[in-house]
C-alpha cells in the first residue's frame, strides 16, 4: 500500500503542476474566439499578451500567473475505488509535493496564527469536496487554483423567495460590477442556486468545473445561463477590465432544490487564467487527463 500510495502522491503532483502552466482546452479555446470577435484595439492587444504569457509559462516552466492560489479538490469518487481511505493524505501530499516542483506559491496561511509555513498545505487545506458513486471504481478528480483575485468576488448570500429569479440576476450583476475587475477578466462566473448560501457557494465552484460552453440541463436553466452571460458581456468590462467586447467567457449555474422559504444564490469566478484541470485514474493507476488533451505527465 506503501508503494501504491508513493505512486499516486506523484501522479496527482505531476498533474497539479501542469495545470499550474498549461491551460485547460476549453479556456484557451474560448479566450481565442475572445480575441477574435474582439474589435477593441487595447483589448486585442491584452488577449495578445495573454498568448504570449502562456508560450513564455511553457518555455520557461513557469506558472501561467504568479498566483497559484489555494488548492480545491472536487471529486467524483467511485465507491469501489480501492484507495478511497488514503486519498485526503495522498492529495495532501501531492499538494506538498507540487509546491516543490511546480513550484507553486506558498499561499496557505493559518487562520488566527496568521503563519505560512510554505507548504500549501494546513488545516482543511486543500479543500476537498466528495461525491461517491456507486458501481464504479475510478475517480474523476477536478483540481481548482483558487487564486487570491479571482476569489474576491466570491460571495452567497439567501434571497427571500419573492425575490425570486429576478432577485438572482440583480445579485449577479451587482457583484460583477462592483467585484468582477479584481479577477483579471474574462470571466468564467460560477452560480450556485439552491435553500441555502453554503450549498449555493460550493455548486458555484462546481459550476467552475463544467466545460465552458456547456449548458445546464434544465431548458430554463440554460436560457438563463445564456441570457446572463448576453447581460454581462454588455457592461464592456473587456479584458482585464480595460474594456472590451466581452467580459465573460461564460456563465454556469448548478442547482440543488430548495426550502420554500429561501433562495439563495452562490458566486465564484474563474479568471482568465482559470486553471482547473480534471484527470480520470483508474484502480491500476492508468489515467486519462480529461481537460488537457494531448497532454502527459
Ligand atoms: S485573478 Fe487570475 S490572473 Fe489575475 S492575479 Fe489572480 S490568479 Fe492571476
Redesign the pocket.
Known amino acids: 500500500m506503501i508503494k501504491e500510495k508513493a505512486k499516486l502522491i506523484d501522479l496527482i503532483a505531476r498533474f497539479i503542476a501542469m495545470t499550474a502552466k498549461i491551460l485547460p482546452d476549453d479556456v484557451s479555446e474560448k479566450l481565442k474566439e475572445l480575441k477574435n470577435r474582439e474589435t477593441v484595439p487595447l483589448a486585442k492587444a491584452v488577449y495578445d499578451s495573454m498568448f504570449e504569457n502562456q508560450e513564455k509559462a511553457l518555455k520557461l516552466n513557469r506558472p501561467s ?3 497559484t ?1 489555494v488548492v480545491n479538490f472536487f471529486i467524483r469518487a467511485g465507491a469501489s475505488f480501492p484507495y478511497l481511505g488514503a486519498l485526503n493524505e495522498v492529495l495532501t501530499e501531492a499538494v506538498r509535493k507540487a509546491t516543490v516542483i511546480a513550484p507553486l506559491r506558498h499561499n496557505t496561511v493559518a487562520i488566527f496564527e496568521e503563519k505560512n509555513d510554505g507548504t500549501n498545505v494546513g488545516e482543511r487545506a486543500p479543500f476537498i469536496n466528495w461525491e461517491i458513486v456507486q458501481d464504479r471504481d475510478d475517480i474523476e478528480l477536478y483540481s481548482y ?1 483558487a ?4 476569489s474576491l468576488p466570491g460571495r452567497a448570500i439567501t434571497l427571500m423567495p419573492s425575490a425570486g429569479y429576478e432577485g438572482i440576476v440583480k445579485y449577479v450583476f451587482d457583484m460583477m460590477v462592483d467585484w468582477g475587475i ?3 477578466p474574462p470571466l468564467l462566473v460560477g452560480i450556485g442556486i439552491a435553500g441555502s448560501a453554503d450549498v449555493a457557494s460550493v455548486l458555484s465552484k462546481w459550476a467552475l468545473l463544467r466545460p465552458i460552453g456547456s449548458r445546464n440541463p434544465n431548458p430554463k436553466g440554460a436560457e438563463m445561463e445564456k441570457l446572463l452571460e448576453e447581460g454581462l458581456n454588455k457592461i464592456g468590462v473587456g479584458p482585464q477590465g480595460l474594456s472590451g467586447s466581452s467580459s465573460v467567457m461564460g456563465v454556469h449555474i448548478e442547482t440543488a432544490a430548495r426550502h420554500p422559504s429561501t433562495i439563495s444564490v452562490g458566486i465564484n469566478v474563474g ?3 482559470h486553471r482547473k484541470g480534471c484527470i480520470r485514474i483508474k484502480r491500476d493507476f492508468s489515467y486519462e487527463i480529461i481537460s488537457h488533451k494531448g497532454v502527459s505527465l
Do not use: I, L, P, R
Not at 487564486?147 to 479571482?150: D, F, W
Open positions: 500567473c504568479q498566483d492560489g487554483m487564486g487570491g483575485g479571482c479584481n479577477a483579471c479568471c482568465w487564467s
